[in-house]
């Protein structure tokens, strides 16, 4: 590392850390939208390499609360990282990880999130690939013929400015039944999920919200009829979230009906969605795409164990390697005991953050030869441990 020092960046330094961003992502950020686009290094810790006076890496993390299954525990969620091309391959991020590592500890966050860029860097730092989204299309150039009563009550459009106060308790129920979610507050919502129209990069219309009274919405913004090559409007989900399968196949219905548009695009919808089952043509519904979303990193193995709850009750030994955080070491029970007992599983701290929304199958990672198994059937039992009603799900982007 030389020279370089890693240290918290200054208020006084965030028009540097997105000029940093900004050179590392290939982008750029108009005059206009600069100080908008500084809110989420704002509410983050900000942990920066230092060479002399000039930033040469940054990692943002950002206090938030994640939905684990029966737990909402402090998380950082890693966001804004990045290191000057000149200054790759020094170990600078590893610096900065230790740091971040760290001060999670220091703060008793027992988990620590992100959404990679480029996936092979992250299991090294101790994440595992927590959940997967997938990316819907469905043909709705005919009516959705569904097999379920849809929900008759009525729907109504709401502008931006209701959104948060009507679509948080929706929001809040629906992570409590589902783990991988963010909790909300008014900013995350106003500026990480309801984005204007002129804060996107694309020729999509403005953000447009419908609400099934207090049981479920979509987000949504459209595109009409391509003229020039006739390729249908389309309508871009950018979330959807019901308390009943009749809610959900209420919404799929209606943008499904929106005049002008022959095709939904829904680019992360969790991998156990409804919908392919609920048409009464399968085939109008086609999986696209099936992608890596939340890293999970535990940064306290027995406080998250002790959190979680459990499907089954299990007297299992999880013997746990963290060559990062050596506290986590050590033989623990699914209560977050340590024992002595000899171990029915081992694990890498990032396998265990892979398991642990209950979205990756312990029995697939020793297939894989990902994590031994000691004691014959103890994968089926600690996935009938890890077993939750519904797959983890991530559409908070960071
Ligand atoms: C959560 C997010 O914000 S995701 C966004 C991440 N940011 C980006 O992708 C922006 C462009 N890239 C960068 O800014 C930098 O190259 C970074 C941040 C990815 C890496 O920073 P560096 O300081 O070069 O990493 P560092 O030198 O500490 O290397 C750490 C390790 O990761 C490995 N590594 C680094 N980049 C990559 C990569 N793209 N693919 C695979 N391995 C990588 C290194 O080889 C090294 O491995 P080792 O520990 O086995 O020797």
Redesign the pocket.
Same mark, same amino acid.
């Given at each position: 590392m030389g020279d370089l020092e890693i240290r918290e960046i200054p208020e006084s330094d965030l028009e540097r850390m997105l000029d940093l $961003?900004n050179m590392?992502?290939h982008s750029r950020t108009e005059d206009d939208q600069r100080e908008r686009s500084l809110w989420m290094p704002r509410r983050s810790e900000r942990i920066g $390499?230092y060479e002399g006076d000039t930033l040469v890496?940054q990692?943002?993390a950002l206090p938030m609360k994640l939905a684990v299954p029966g737990a909402v525990p402090d998380c950082s969620a &890693?966001?804004?990282?990045?290191?000057?091309?000149t200054? @790759? @391959? @020094?170990?600078?991020?590893? $610096?900065?990880?230790e740091r971040m590592h760290a001060d999670a500890v220091e703060a008793g966050r027992p988990v620590a999130a992100?959404? $990679?860029?480029?996936a092979? &860097?992250?299991g090294?730092?101790g994440f595992g690939l927590a959940n997967r989204s997938l990316h819907l299309e469905v043909d709705s150039s005919r009516p959705l013929a569904l097999r379920i009563e849809a929900d008759p009550r009525p729907l109504r459009l709401i502008g931006r400015d209701q959104a948060a106060e009507v679509l948080g308790p929706i929001h809040a129920r629906a992570i409590a039944r589902r783990p991988g979610g963010l909790v909300r507050d008014a900013e995350w919502w106003e500026r990480a999920i309801l984005i204007p129209a002129e804060e996107r990069q694309d020729d999509y219309g403005e953000l447009r919200i419908v609400v099934l009274e207090g049981g479920g919405y979509a987000i949504y913004r459209t595109r009409g009829e391509n003229e020039e090559t006739g390729a249908p409007g389309i309508v871009r989900l950018e979330e959807l979230e019901a308390d009943t399968p009749a809610v959900e196949a209420a919404l799929w219905r209606f943008l499904a009906s929106i005049d002008l548009t022959g095709r939904i695009q829904a680019f992360s919808r969790p991998v156990d969605d409804l919908l392919p089952l609920l048409t009464v043509d399968p085939d109008q519904v086609v999986v696209k795409g099936d992608w890596g979303a939340l890293?999970l990193r535990l940064i306290d193995v027995p406080a998250a164990l002790r959190m979680r709850s459990w499907a089954v009750e299990e007297s299992l030994v999880i013997e746990v390697k963290d060559a990062r955080l050596p506290a986590n070491e050590g033989r623990w029970r699914l209560t977050g005991e340590t024992t002595g007992d000899e171990p029915d599983l081992t694990f890498g701290v990032s396998e265990l953050g892979s398991v642990y929304l209950g979205g990756t199958q312990v029995q697939r990672l020793v297939r894989a030869g990902l994590v031994t198994e000691h004691t014959p059937g103890a994968a089926r039992r600690f996935d009938a441990a890890l077993d939750v009603p519904l797959a983890p799900h991530t559409n908070d982007d960071?």
């Amino acid at each position: 590392m030389g020279d370089l020092e890693i240290r918290e960046i200054p208020e006084s330094d965030l028009e540097r850390m997105l000029d940093l $961003a900004n050179m590392v992502f290939h982008s750029r950020t108009e005059d206009d939208q600069r100080e908008r686009s500084l809110w989420m290094p704002r509410r983050s810790e900000r942990i920066g $390499a230092y060479e002399g006076d000039t930033l040469v890496g940054q990692l943002g993390a950002l206090p938030m609360k994640l939905a684990v299954p029966g737990a909402v525990p402090d998380c950082s969620a &890693i966001t804004w990282v990045g290191v000057l091309p000149t200054h @790759r @391959r @020094r170990g600078v991020l590893t $610096a900065m990880m230790e740091r971040m590592h760290a001060d999670a500890v220091e703060a008793g966050r027992p988990v620590a999130a992100l959404w $990679a860029s480029q996936a092979g &860097i992250y299991g090294r730092y101790g994440f595992g690939l927590a959940n997967r989204s997938l990316h819907l299309e469905v043909d709705s150039s005919r009516p959705l013929a569904l097999r379920i009563e849809a929900d008759p009550r009525p729907l109504r459009l709401i502008g931006r400015d209701q959104a948060a106060e009507v679509l948080g308790p929706i929001h809040a129920r629906a992570i409590a039944r589902r783990p991988g979610g963010l909790v909300r507050d008014a900013e995350w919502w106003e500026r990480a999920i309801l984005i204007p129209a002129e804060e996107r990069q694309d020729d999509y219309g403005e953000l447009r919200i419908v609400v099934l009274e207090g049981g479920g919405y979509a987000i949504y913004r459209t595109r009409g009829e391509n003229e020039e090559t006739g390729a249908p409007g389309i309508v871009r989900l950018e979330e959807l979230e019901a308390d009943t399968p009749a809610v959900e196949a209420a919404l799929w219905r209606f943008l499904a009906s929106i005049d002008l548009t022959g095709r939904i695009q829904a680019f992360s919808r969790p991998v156990d969605d409804l919908l392919p089952l609920l048409t009464v043509d399968p085939d109008q519904v086609v999986v696209k795409g099936d992608w890596g979303a939340l890293w999970l990193r535990l940064i306290d193995v027995p406080a998250a164990l002790r959190m979680r709850s459990w499907a089954v009750e299990e007297s299992l030994v999880i013997e746990v390697k963290d060559a990062r955080l050596p506290a986590n070491e050590g033989r623990w029970r699914l209560t977050g005991e340590t024992t002595g007992d000899e171990p029915d599983l081992t694990f890498g701290v990032s396998e265990l953050g892979s398991v642990y929304l209950g979205g990756t199958q312990v029995q697939r990672l020793v297939r894989a030869g990902l994590v031994t198994e000691h004691t014959p059937g103890a994968a089926r039992r600690f996935d009938a441990a890890l077993d939750v009603p519904l797959a983890p799900h991530t559409n908070d982007d960071f």
